[in-house]
């Protein structure tokens, strides 16, 4: 991704945050985390963050997705100091369409990227609209995906450490390389 | 506390939350917890929580303090399972007054209840303002008060119990008893 880029997603992002009145300060605005997960088609693939707090043990963030983006399948594995990231999405603007393992859902919403549908395995579907939520515990495979408007998601988790995240991708990576 | 005035201070904590742009369910709403911490004088002492979820491992809650309101000085001793809760407190709306154990602040801007002084001994004022945060590790006293237009604050933080917090005044009693 190239810088222009990168801004240019930031500032949608920030619209979002706004869309959902979120009050973030300046350096939180300017810290925007932008992951295009190395597909390098982010309004595709890609997720923004802002990590509010990230102890040993908490983390809070605010996600934005821009309308349509998919965050892709991964799941949280055992880590050295406990079970895996457990994590629970709320809702604040838009609508999430979730995908956790377990029975495929019938007719659901959303479908992976186009081309990439060989990545995605699961497809049991929870449809998440401002104020509602989902819990999602370790070593679930999870994808999700934002409808029209795009999507405002907070996350409240255990500790978070990015790379021990198992993509079912194995082309992606979690980290951005700014060119 | 009779349910007359459990359900004016609910009434006046869901205006709080819809200023703050909070989103809630009708259950969330319904099912709003209001803490009188068996003193009495609820718009003086008083804290009202939504309790978004809370796992053996995380819990997020959104608080709200009516203008003034102060939620009284305690910390979050070790337990059977955890060195103590650890919170971090982010200001959504109005302003947010918080004391924490260490050097005492000069002019400090507030004072803890009127007849209850003895019964407050953290002093290290901590101003936040919406889109402020600030991390409270385990075993730390601490209080906090609102100013003018009352506050909203979110809680993220580890696995709450509140029957094992200590409070600095032994009258507390952290459960609502309603009449």
């Known amino acids: 991704m190239n810088l222009q880029d990168y801004e240019k997603i930031k500032a949608k992002s920030l619209i979002l945050f706004d869309k959902a009145n979120i009050i973030l300060t300046e350096e939180e605005k300017k810290d925007l985390e932008v992951a295009d997960f190395g597909l390098n088609k982010i309004e595709d693939t890609g997720l923004q963050l802002i990590t509010y707090v990230n102890t040993d043990l908490v983390c809070a963030k605010e996600l934005a997705?821009?309308?349509?983006?998919?965050?892709?399948?991964?799941?949280?594995?055992?880590?050295?100091?406990?079970?895996?990231?457990?994590?629970?999405?709320?809702?604040?603007?838009?609508?999430?369409?979730?995908?956790?393992?377990?029975?495929?859902?019938?007719?659901?919403?959303?479908?992976?990227?186009?081309?990439?549908?060989?990545?995605?395995?699961a497809f049991n579907e929870i449809i998440l609209q401002p104020g509602e939520q989902y819990t999602i515990y370790?070593?679930?495979?999870?994808?999700?995906?934002?409808?029209?408007?795009?999507?405002?998601?907070?996350?409240?988790?255990?500790?978070?450490?990015?790379?021990?995240?198992?993509?079912?991708?194995?082309?992606?990576?979690?980290?951005?390389?700014?060119k």
Chains 1, 2 share one sequence.
């Open 65 to 121: 997705l821009l309308p349509y983006q998919t965050c892709p399948e991964h799941k949280h594995p055992k880590r050295d100091f406990d079970d895996g990231k457990e994590e629970t999405f709320r809702c604040r603007y838009g609508t999430v369409y979730l995908y956790v393992e377990g029975e495929e859902t019938k007719n659901r919403r959303m479908n992976p990227p186009q081309g990439d549908e060989e990545y995605y395995t």
């Open 138 to 178: 370790p070593n679930t495979l999870h994808w999700f995906k934002s409808g029209s408007e795009g999507a405002v998601v907070s996350e409240f988790s255990t500790r978070s450490t990015d790379d021990s995240d198992l993509f079912t991708d194995p082309r992606i990576k979690r980290i951005l390389e700014l």
